[in-house]
Every structure is written in structure tokens, then in C-alpha cells.
């Protein structure tokens, strides 16, 4: 068997349609309890007919593909749908095929859904259906998914079939009410139900009933059916009952109410997500702002340090992208550490009390650190895989969802902040470092060795910053210039909050996040981030020392 | 020499300044001349494309002095100029857009093309008047120097200093760069203001318009420069000094220190315009990248490469720097960051007083020899 | 509106924004020319003022003395607009309060500072550095146009000589040794002729020579100037002092002669006590 592997493995270097083969093999060697006992046989080959198939047996082909298949079907049928299942030309191999950003294509087997590699548009033939097919692939996939066992796949059947309600999708959902054992997938059936009563029933006291079900359902599709309901019977003139239409106003009405709730929880959850990205990226500045009175322009590239320590990572593991964040945290730490160290050594060091010049000379690091990424990296965006716990999002109903990567970086940017606190007050680095902050001379004075504090603590800001930039790498475009977007942001939310101290970063962070957000539906993004600009500003009047200022005779000179 | 270094004898200012306008204006004449005079394949000539070069160099001169005059002398690190640089290009821009009148693609003699672009029906009223040239000039002026003046008193009377303040006019840079990239301002978004024909009805790629741009720029050079020495000789000056080494000092004097720092802003933001409206016509576009948060922090970098607080160190050091990025970017463009990077560095930690300061601890030592020889 | 504008056209007056500003006059009708009271300064809960009151006679010499920590040179802080007091009232004559007036302007009126390190201006020359504390209008286009008078070369001469800074006036500031820079800081607050002179520690960093006459030219001030001295050399403080105000904790301890303080039981235990 090795053997023959191995001789198998030579050949696919030299060919391509039989690298195809051995991958079916192999997927069919490996994954045959997927496909479920005594179907193993047939299922590839019924799915390795759909190439090249005749439009009019297609209808019969799908059948046969959804009793042979069941739920493992759903990833073929939805591409077929959706106009992504191809073959290839040269072995007639289906496929799904999405475009890559590099523009060619993303390559998938059409049932375990596992990649392929790439290839040229040229090479793919697309697997055409017509309107009767598309309607019926709809109802296969909502029969294979409303009665499957698992609530994942029919909670979002549900969610289709509500979008478009019909008589076949009234029937279906009937039946599936009666076996519903989840009481939120239930409810939502009731719901759509009480939709589609309230539309077709000619009996107003069933109409009113479905009226109260449909009261404070937050579907789309409830709101847009409710809305042109009203608008019908107002210019086409009165159809319905008063009562229903006075209570169809009311529920519309308390949906509006409910739907603007939920809205302000999202911006809310924005503004807290763009809180935390910023108290991230701030956190290192206050440190090395606050106990050092040193501006370091040199911070975002430090995060993009961070960014890149994520890539290579991934780079250096690509079989488990699962974990490549939990080894690049630690990783980015000690990259940006490590370069922050060696810059507060090699220049910073000699700057001391001339904070003017360490502003310029920090800045000209930070376009050496720019530029030698872009020569290393080339200066392109870099793709940084976001593992699959990462991805998706907790939905809490139809209208309100929180993405996990923002939600996990959140709390991440808190438990940073804690562990940043927990070093300052209960270490003896920490201490040692606020007594330098507080009083060099002093400290000197006492035997603290000041410039050793005082590299470990550019160390400390500079980690912190690469761990910010592994964050940062979940959310957006890893390029060279990563840093720079953020850093006049963080900047502001020092100043805001007061230098020298960590509480001030993060309710400055924070509040800056929120009002951003909030003010950005109103104004859009850029007139968002230049009211904020202008805000600081004048608030800096009121309080030239930020939220909470470091009081006293000493820190009044 | 003590701290500050800035105690020179009159005789010593005046010879100085003599020599830099004598330079200034002899090197700008004799290009001119030898660029309209003398036939192409002369050995002397000077071509239009070098006369060009040297005049968006002396525009940069002038940044660089608004820089020094500002953080030389009253030690406001300002990484907002270009703010002012841009808002006075961009004014001098419009009014070049109005010139095109109708031979813009779209032909249309009411609007801009981006605006006929964007299918903007009529003008925006802050467009309005803005072909008339004097009104041009005037807000050249005004526009940036209002904003100086509402950003320093804003900022001096809450005492706003040292990094926060540096930090605030990247800010404020920032913010305007966000604000102009943005189609609906009425600025031309991304792109910006180009495609110019002619100022004042000259066609602006004739050389004689070009030469007298050039001339026009060092004209405006060299007055700012006297009239900088005249205003840091008086005793604004001092005071400006005093507020730069112990500001708390002059305030127990009875200075009001925040109004000195309001004007000298002010006066500062002013040269910036001024170099920006000139700049504009020279090199035939403005675009919002003029507020990038880097084209200020550079100009920084040229005073302190020339060393600050000296006037002339700032406009050796634009025009060296300018001159090595010029040839820099033309070999290997990539090189051109880690220059600048190192330049930042290197002058920060080892010339901390720029060419200037080499050369008068050149010349101290210099006569320190001749002393012992005597 | 009407008569507003009738006002402006009047042919017999000039306009008001063109006048010279005259400092308000100060009223010490009562004798008085200070009058701190009920004064609390605190930094993060600690009172480094706390309830004071202190009065002075035009023209006199006062001395404070107290420990490290006492209040004496935030009180200096609080009077010349540097710290902005929790609670008090601070008023120079009977009708100025200081409270509500910028450092600027309440030297402007007439309170003179040196501080407790000398500051002066060190890249300037120690004729530029008396020249800038010359009293004078110290508006922007005054200053821009300024021009000295001989009268204002004499005095400066004059002053270059009270100092002793005669040959040093072509010198950098910076360069000054320590007790010249004293002297030097003393010439500015001469020069600007004040009415109340604040004067932090003035003979650190003198001879004994030096030292005496420090105390001969601050007596001689007294009387048309009123000066409030804090010195922690007794000696120097027994030689002028007529009046001495011991602060301790914030507060005034002990006011009256140097005797009557001196005998005081409190001072005693609290101040010269340690050092006897």
C-alpha cells in the first residue's frame, strides 16, 4: 500500500488528472462514514455524473442525489445553486469553484468541501440549471436541512423558508412544527405560520390571533410584508378589517421600537469593538508615554511587527491555523519586545529629556521599519488566515449578531489591560518602573537601575504592541502601513485620557469607540474620525491633562 | 559659545543675512537669464525643467523657514505646516481651475470637470469669486492664517505645549487630509486640483511664466527671510526666545506668552501659505496627499538637517535634502525611505544642532587655532 | 447702536482700543496691599494650604520662614496665579483679586518673583535678560516696535551696577555662575519695579560678602516696595526681618518679631526645636 502510494505520489507531480483520482480516493478511503452506511458506493459516482449533464435529467439526477446523500449533499446543492459548481475540463473532476482574490480560482471537492488547489477559468466548465431545477434544489435543500438532526442546519432552513412563503413552504414548515423539538426553531415556525395566516386566512379573528404572535418577531421579511400590508390597504383602499389594520400598525410600530433597540446594541457593540482595538494599540503608547515621557511614532510599526510575526506563523504552521494565533500571541510579544528594545538602546537612550527629538527620531525608525518590511514582505497586503474559531458569529436573533473575532477581541484587549495592571502593581518590575515614573532622580537615587527599567519598559509597551498587531490581523489587511492607521487614534486616546494613567487609556479608548461609532451613521466614517479629531481638541482646552490628570506640584510643571 | 547658540553680533547677523540674499538672488538671476537668453546647445543653458526644479525648491526653502521661525526660535514643534502649505495651494489651485474656463475635457465654462464629473449642477458658493486674482491671493492668506490663528489660540491659552502640541498639529493635518480626500467637499477628492492652463493669462508652461514663477519664489524667500531676521532682531524676538528656554519666566515678566505664540503661529502658518500658493502653479497639481502627516514631519527633518534656529540652516537643509531626494528617488526610489529614515536618526542623535552647528564649532575651533598660533 | 456709532465719530477723543492700557490702580487706602484668606490648596488630598491667612502693610519687609513642606512657596504660587487655590480669596489692595487673573497680568500689576532656583534666560545676554523685565508696555506691537530710550539705558546701567553685573552685560546668562545668576534674577525684579516683591531664598549660593549686601538692598527696598522674603538662613533672616510669619503645615503658626517668634512655645516645638 505505502508502495504504491508512493509511486502514486510521483506520478501526480508529473500529472494532473491523475492527482484528481488519488484525491477522490483518498476522500473516499478516509471519509466514507460522512456519506452514511450503503450509500459509500454511489454517492461520488452520482455526483461525478452531474458533468456534463442534460438540463432535462438534471431534476432526476438531483433526486437521486438527495436520497443517496442526504444532508452531505447541502455543500453540492447550495454551490449548484448558487452557480459555483463547475468540472474540470481535462478529467471532467465537479467541483465547487469560488474566485480567488488572485483571480483565479479557489478550487473545492463538491462534497467534503476540502481544497483542491487552483485553477484557471479556462480550465473549469460550469454546470448549468434552470429556473425549474433552482426551485427544486431550494426545496431539496429545505427538506434535507428542516428534518436533519442537527438545530445548526435548521434553524437557518427555517430562516429560508420564512423569506419566501408559499404554499409548498407553508406545508413544509407544518410538518416540520409537528417533530420541532428546539423552542426557538418552533417558535420561529409559529411565527412564520402566524405570517402567512395573517396574509391568506379571510378570518379576522385568526388574523388579530396571528397579528399577536407576529408582535415583536424581528424576521425582515415580517416587517417588509406588515409594512406593505398597510401601504396596500391605504392606497388601494380598505380590503381588511379596521381593527386588523389598526393592530398591524401597532405590532409594526412595536417591531420599529424593537429593531432600533437592537441597533443601538450593535452600534453600541461596534463602537465597544473599536474601543478595544484602540485600548490595545494605546495601552503600549501609555506605558512607554507615561513612565517615559517618550512619544514613540515608531508604535505602529511595532503593531505591524506583530501583524507580520502572525503571518509567519501561519506561514511556519499552515496545518493548524487553529492554534497559529495562540503561539503567535507570545511570538509578536517577543519580535516587538525585542526591536523595541533594541531601539530604546541604540537611540532613544540618547535623547533623554529632549522629547521633541525623540519624536523625530523615533519617526524615522518608524519609516526604516516600514521600509525594510516592505522589502522583506514586498508591499502588497498579506492574506492572514483567521482560524475557525474565529470566524462566524454568535447570533443572538434576525437582527442582532455579534461576530466572534470582535467579541474574542474584546475581551482579549480587557484581559491584556488586566495582566498589563497585574505587572504594574504587584511585581517588583512594576514597582520599580512607577517609582521611575514618579521620581527618576529619586529612584537612581535608591539603587533602581534606571536604564535597565527603563529598556524593559519600552520592552513592555513595545510587546504590548505586538500583541495588538496579532489582533488587529483578525480584523483587518496586513500591510506596511497597518501601524499608521491607528496610531494618531491612540495617540488621541492618550491625550484624551490622561498620561501616566492606564484607567484614563482605557475609558478614553473606550468612550472614543463609542462615539465614533455612534456618530458615524450620521455623518459617515471620515467626517466621524474628523469630529472626533476636533472634539479632542477642544476638550484639551477644558482639560489640558486629560480625564485624569496626575495632580500635584510636581506634575504641575 | 553657551546654550541656544543664538547670541551673534550684529555685524556677524548682517553679513549673514547680505550674503544669503546675494546668493539667493544672484544663483535665481543668472539661471533666468541663462535659461531665455542662451540657445539650447549652450554649454551654460539652463533648462526650463531645472529652472522649474529650483523653484519648487525655493517654495520648499520657505516651508522650512515658517518651520524654523516657529520651532527654532519659540520651540513649537509644529508636525502640522503642510496643513498650512496645502491650504494655500489649494486656494491658489481653485483659483487656477477657474482659469481653464471651458477648455477643461468636458467643456464646461461654469464648472470644474471633476464637478461636471460628479454631476454637481452649480457651483459651491465657497468656489465663488475665486477667478478673480487679487480675492485668490487674499484668501491665500486668510484661509490658513484664520485656521493658525483658531488652532494657537485655542492651543496656547490652555497652555497646550511641547509633545501634545506637536501631537495635536498632526492631528489637525490629519483630520483636514481625511476631509479633502473626501469627494463632497468640493475639492476634487483623491485627485485633487490639476490640468492648469495659465495664471494671470500667462500660459504656464512657457518659460518665461516658469522663469518669473522661480523669481517670484525667490523673491518671496528672500523677503520672508528679512523680514523673519527683522522680527527675531527686535524685541519680539527676545521674547520669543524667552518663551522658547523658560516660558513660565516670561509669564512672571508679564507676558502674555500665549499671545506672542498665537502671532508667531500666525506669521509661521503665513509663510506656509505663501510657499504653497507659489508651489501650486510650479508643479501644476495639489492634491490631498499635500496633508499626509509625512510631507509635514519631513519638513521638519530639512530644518534639523540645516540646523534650527539659524534661518539659513533651514533653507540649506530643505534645499540639500530636496536635491538628494530628487536624485535618490530617480535611482532607487525604494532607498529613498531608508535615507530619510536614517537622516531622522542620525541628525537627531549625532547633529542635534544640524549643519549650522558644524560649522560653527568648525569655525570656533578654527579661530581657537589661529589664537594659539598668535 | 446709533449712539454707539456717534461715539466712535467723536472728533475730541481717541478710540478706546487705541488708548495705552493703564494698570488699575491699587487701593491701600487701608495700608494693607495683600490680603490672603481662608486660602486651601490641596494635591491629591493633601492640604499644602490649608486655611491660611496672611495680611501685609504696604512697604514693609516680611519674613517667612517654616520647614520643608510648610506651604511657603505654594502660598508664592497661589498669589502669583501659578496654582489656582480650592478655597480663599486673595486680594492686592482693596480691590484687585488676583484669584481671577492671569499670571501675566497680575505681574503686570506690580507683583515682582524670584524663584527658588534662579531662572534666567540662559541663551541671552544679561543685558537682553534685564531689557525683557524692564517695566514697560509688554503688548505684541509695542514690543515689536521697541526701541530703548536713553533714559531706559541708563536705568538698565544703573541697575548692571546695583548688581555688580557691569562687565558680565555682553555675557550669556547661561554662563553666570550661580550666585551671579542670583544677582542677576534680583536686577530683573529691580528693573520691573514692582510693588510687592516675592523672593524665594535669595542668598542660596552666596558669600557671606554677597549675602550682606542682599540684605542691605532688600532693606533699602522696603518702604516704597513691600517685600516678602523666605529664607532658611536664620542669620540672614534675624538681620532684616522686623515682622516674621512661621507657616507650618499650611497655616500661619506664629506672627510678630523675631523675639516674640522665637520665644513662641508652638515654634519652638516644631521648627526651631530640631534645629537647636
Redesign the interface.
Known amino acids: 500500500m505505502t508502495l504504491q502510494k508512493r509511486i502514486m505520489q510521483k506520478q501526480i507531480l508529473q500529472n494532473t488528472a491523475l492527482w484528481a483520482i488519488v484525491l477522490v480516493l483518498i476522500g473516499y478511503v478516509f471519509c466514507r462514514p460522512v456519506y452514511g452506511e450503503g450509500e459509500a458506493v454511489e454517492l461520488p459516482a452520482l455526483a461525478q455524473q452531474l458533468a456534463g449533464v442534460k438540463l432535462k435529467e438534471l431534476p432526476n439526477l438531483v433526486g437521486q442525489l438527495e436520497v443517496a446523500g442526504k444532508t452531505a449533499v447541502v455543500p453540492l446543492f447550495e454551490a449548484l445553486l448558487n452557480g459555483d459548481l463547475y468540472y474540470r475540463k481535462v478529467d471532467r473532476l465537479v467541483v465547487i469553484a469560488r474566485l480567488s482574490p488572485a483571480g483565479d480560482y479557489q478550487l473545492r471537492d463538491a462534497l467534503l468541501v476540502t481544497p483542491l488547489g487552483r485553477a484557471e477559468k479556462k480550465a473549469l466548465k460550469k454546470i448549468r440549471i434552470s429556473n425549474r431545477v433552482r426551485s427544486g434544489l431550494r426545496d431539496a435543500i429545505a427538506r434535507l436541512t428542516l428534518f436533519s438532526d442537527d438545530p445548526t442546519l435548521r434553524r437557518p432552513a427555517v430562516a429560508n423558508l420564512f423569506n419566501r412563503l408559499d404554499d409548498d413552504s407553508v406545508a413544509l414548515l407544518q410538518s416540520a412544527a409537528a417533530r420541532e423539538t428546539d423552542t426557538d426553531i418552533l417558535a420561529t415556525i409559529e411565527r412564520a405560520l402566524a405570517l402567512h395566516t395573517l396574509l391568506v386566512s379571510p378570518d379576522i379573528p385568526a388574523q388579530l390571533q396571528a397579528l399577536d404572535k407576529l408582535d415583536g418577531s424581528l424576521e425582515p421579511v415580517v416587517r417588509n410584508r406588515l409594512a406593505a400590508l398597510l401601504e396596500s390597504t391605504e392606497n388601494t383602499g380598505a380590503t381588511r378589517d379596521p381593527a386588523v389594520i389598526r393592530k398591524a400598525a401597532a405590532v409594526l410600530h412595536s417591531i420599529h421600537a424593537d429593531i432600533e433597540f437592537y441597533e443601538f446594541l450593535e452600534t453600541l457593540f461596534f463602537g465597544l469593538s473599536l474601543g478595544s482595538v484602540l485600548l490595545l494599540v494605546a495601552t503600549g503608547l501609555a506605558i512607554t508615554f507615561g513612565v517615559m515621557g517618550v512619544?514613540n511614532m515608531a508604535h505602529g510599526e511595532l503593531i505591524m511587527l506583530g501583524a507580520y510575526t502572525t503571518y509567519v506563523v501561519q506561514l511556519l504552521m499552515p496545518d493548524h491555523i487553529g492554534y497559529s494565533l495562540l503561539v503567535a500571541v507570545p511570538a509578536a510579544f517577543l519580535v516587538s519586545a525585542a526591536t523595541g528594545i533594541v531601539i530604546e538602546r541604540s537611540?532613544i537612550r540618547?535623547?533623554h529629556g529632549?522629547?521633541?527629538?525623540?519624536?523625530?527620531?523615533t519617526?524615522?525608525?518608524?519609516?526604516?521599519l516600514?521600509?525594510t518590511v516592505?522589502?522583506v514582505f514586498s508591499p502588497l497586503n498579506r492574506q492572514v488566515e483567521s482560524p475557525s474559531w474565529l470566524s462566524g458569529s454568535l447570533e443572538l436573533n434576525a437582527v442582532f449578531s455579534l461576530t466572534y473575532n470582535r467579541l474574542y477581541i474584546l475581551v482579549f484587549a480587557l484581559l491584556v489591560f488586566v495582566a498589563l495592571l497585574l505587572v504594574l502593581k504587584r511585581t517588583s518590575l512594576g514597582l520599580q518602573v512607577r517609582a521611575v515614573a514618579q521620581n527618576r532622580e529619586m529612584a537612581k537615587a535608591m539603587g533602581i537601575r534606571t536604564d535597565w527599567v527603563d529598556a524593559l519598559t519600552f520592552g513592555l509597551g513595545s510587546g504590548i504592541a505586538g500583541i495588538a498587531g496579532v489582533a488587529l490581523s483578525q480584523l483587518t489587511n496586513v500591510g506596511p502601513n497597518l501601524g499608521q492607521a491607528y496610531i494618531?487614534d491612540s495617540?488621541?486616546v492618550v491625550?484624551f485620557g490622561g498620561v501616566g494613567n492606564l484607567w484614563g487609556t482605557l475609558v478614553g479608548s473606550f468612550s472614543l469607540g463609542i462615539v465614533n461609532k455612534f456618530l458615524e451613521p450620521a455623518t459617515g466614517a471620515?467626517?466621524a474620525?474628523?469630529l472626533v479629531?476636533?472634539f479632542?481638541?477642544?476638550f484639551?482646552?477644558?482639560r489640558?491633562r486629560g480625564l485624569f490628570p496626575q495632580r500635584g506640584r510636581a506634575g504641575q510643571s | 559659545?553657551?546654550?541656544?547658540?543664538?547670541?551673534f553680533t550684529v555685524a556677524t547677523l548682517r553679513a549673514q543675512t547680505a550674503l544669503f540674499v546675494a546668493v539667493l538672488f544672484g544663483v535665481t538671476l543668472y539661471a533666468s537669464v541663462c535659461n531665455l537668453l542662451l540657445p539650447q546647445d549652450s554649454v551654460f543653458y539652463v533648462s526650463t525643467y531645472t529652472v522649474t526644479l529650483m523653484g519648487k525648491y525655493l517654495c520648499y526653502a520657505l516651508l522650512a523657514l515658517a518651520v524654523d521661525v516657529i520651532w527654532g526660535y519659540c520651540?513649537i514643534?509644529s508636525l502640522g505646516h503642510g496643513a498650512f502649505f496645502a491650504l494655500g495651494g489649494y486656494v491658489m489651485g481653485m483659483y487656477l481651475m477657474r482659469q481653464i474656463g471651458d477648455r477643461g475635457v468636458y467643456g464646461n465654462s461654469e464648472l470644474p470637470d471633476f464637478m461636471v464629473f460628479l454631476n454637481w449642477q452649480e457651483l459651491p458658493w465657497y468656489w465663488c469669486g475665486l477667478d478673480h486674482f487679487w480675492l485668490a491671493a487674499l484668501l491665500v492668506l486668510l484661509v490658513p492664517g484664520l485656521l493658525a490663528f483658531g488652532?494657537g489660540w485655542?492651543?496656547f491659552?490652555?497652555?497646550?505645549a511641547?509633545?501634545?502640541l506637536?501631537?495635536?498639529t498632526?492631528?489637525?493635518t490629519?483630520?483636514l487630509m481625511?476631509?479633502f480626500?473626501?469627494n463632497e467637499m468640493g475639492f476634487g477628492g483623491n485627485n485633487g486640483l490639476t490640468d492648469f492652463k495659465d495664471i494671470l493669462g500667462f500660459d504656464l508652461q512657457a518659460d518665461t511664466t516658469r522663469v518669473a514663477l522661480m523669481l517670484c519664489s525667490a523673491l518671496a524667500l528672500g523677503t520672508a527671510y528679512l523680514a523673519s531676521r527683522l522680527?527675531l532682531a527686535?524685541?519680539?524676538g527676545?521674547?520669543i526666545?524667552?518663551i522658547?528656554?523658560?516660558e513660565?519666566?516670561?509669564?512672571?515678566?508679564?507676558?502674555?506668552?500665549q499671545?506672542?505664540k498665537v502671532?508667531l503661529f500666525v506669521y509661521s502658518a503665513l509663510l506656509a501659505a505663501l510657499a504653497g500658493a507659489l508651489y501650486v502653479p510650479q508643479v501644476g497639481i495639489i492634491n490631498p496627499g499635500e496633508f499626509s502627516?509625512l510631507n509635514s514631519?519631513e519638513v521638519?527633518?530639512w530644518v534639523?538637517v540645516g540646523g534650527r534656529g539659524t534661518l539659513y540652516g533651514a533653507v540649506v537643509g530643505a534645499l540639500l535634502v530636496n536635491y538628494a531626494k530628487t536624485r535618490f528617488t530617480g535611482v532607487m526610489p525604494?532607498a529613498w525611505?531608508?535615507a530619510?529614515?536614517?537622516?531622522?536618526?542620525l541628525?537627531?542623535?549625532c547633529l542635534?544642532k544640524g549643519l549650522a552647528g558644524l560649522l560653527s564649532r568648525l569655525g570656533s575651533r578654527r579661530r581657537r587655532l589661529a589664537a594659539v598660533d598668535a | 447702536m446709533l449712539e454707539d456709532l456717534r461715539q466712535l465719530l467723536r472728533r475730541d477723543q481717541v478710540w478706546p482700543f487705541l488708548l495705552e492700557p493703564v494698570p488699575p490702580a491699587i487701593d491701600v487706602s487701608h495700608r494693607m496691599i495683600l490680603y490672603v484668606e481662608g486660602l486651601t490648596v490641596s494635591f491629591d488630598g493633601f492640604k499644602a494650604l490649608n486655611d491660611l491667612n496672611l495680611y501685609l502693610e504696604d512697604g514693609e519687609l516680611r519674613c517667612l520662614i517654616g520647614a520643608n513642606g510648610a506651604g511657603k512657596t505654594t502660598l508664592m504660587d497661589v498669589i502669583?496665579g501659578?496654582t489656582r487655590p480650592d478655597a480663599g480669596a486673595v486680594f492686592f489692595g482693596q480691590t484687585l483679586n488676583l484669584l481671577e487673573r492671569?499670571?501675566?497680568?497680575i505681574?503686570?500689576l506690580g507683583v515682582?518673583?524670584k524663584?527658588q532656583k534662579p531662572?534666567?534666560?540662559?541663551?541671552?545676554?544679561v543685558y537682553?535678560n534685564l531689557?525683557?523685565?524692564m517695566k514697560m508696555n509688554?503688548?505684541?506691537w509695542p514690543?515689536?516696535?521697541?526701541r530703548l530710550t536713553p533714559e531706559q539705558r541708563d536705568r538698565i546701567d544703573q541697575v548692571l551696577e546695583i548688581v555688580g553685573l557691569d562687565h558680565r552685560r555682553g555675557l550669556?546668562a547661561?554662563?553666570l555662575s550661580h550666585g551671579q545668576k542670583q544677582w542677576l534674577e534680583i536686577g530683573?525684579l529691580l528693573i520691573?519695579e514692582p510693588r510687592l516683591l516675592l523672593i524665594d531664598e535669595p542668598v542660596a549660593g552666596m558669600t557671606a560678602q554677597e549675602t550682606e549686601r542682599t540684605a542691605q538692598l532688600l532693606t533699602s527696598l522696603a518702604g516704597e516696595h513691600t517685600v516678602v522674603v523666605v529664607e532658611h538662613d536664620m542669620e540672614f533672616v534675624r538681620s532684616i526681618a522686623k515682622t516674621v510669619t512661621v507657616l507650618h503645615q499650611g497655616a500661619v503658626l506664629a506672627e510678630g518679631s523675631m523675639a516674640q517668634v522665637q520665644s513662641n512655645p508652638a515654634v519652638v516645638e516644631v521648627y526651631l526645636g530640631d534645629s537647636q
Open positions: 512619544i537611540v540618547f535623547l529632549r522629547p521633541l527629538e525623540t519624536l523625530l527620531a519617526f524615522g525608525i518608524s519609516l526604516l516600514q521600509q516592505r522589502s494618531i495617540f488621541m491625550v471620515v467626517l474620525n474628523i479629531l476636533v479632542i481638541i477642544l484639551i482646552q477644558k489640558p | 559659545m553657551i546654550t541656544g547658540g543664538n547670541i520651540g514643534l488652532f485655542l492651543a491659552r490652555s497652555r497646550v511641547g509633545v501634545y506637536s501631537i495635536m498632526q492631528a489637525l490629519y483630520a481625511l476631509a480626500f473626501r522680527i527686535s524685541k519680539f527676545r521674547v526666545l524667552a522658547r528656554d523658560a513660565d519666566r516670561a509669564r512672571f515678566l508679564g507676558f502674555r506668552t499671545d506672542y502671532w502627516p514631519i521638519v527633518v534639523a525604494e525611505l531608508f530619510l529614515g536614517s537622516l531622522f536618526v541628525v537627531t542623535v542635534p | 502669583t501659578k492671569s499670571e501675566a497680568d505681574a503686570a515682582g518673583r524663584f531662572s534666567v534666560f540662559e541663551a541671552q545676554t537682553a531689557e525683557l523685565a509688554k503688548g505684541i514690543t515689536l516696535l521697541a550669556a547661561g554662563a530683573m520691573a
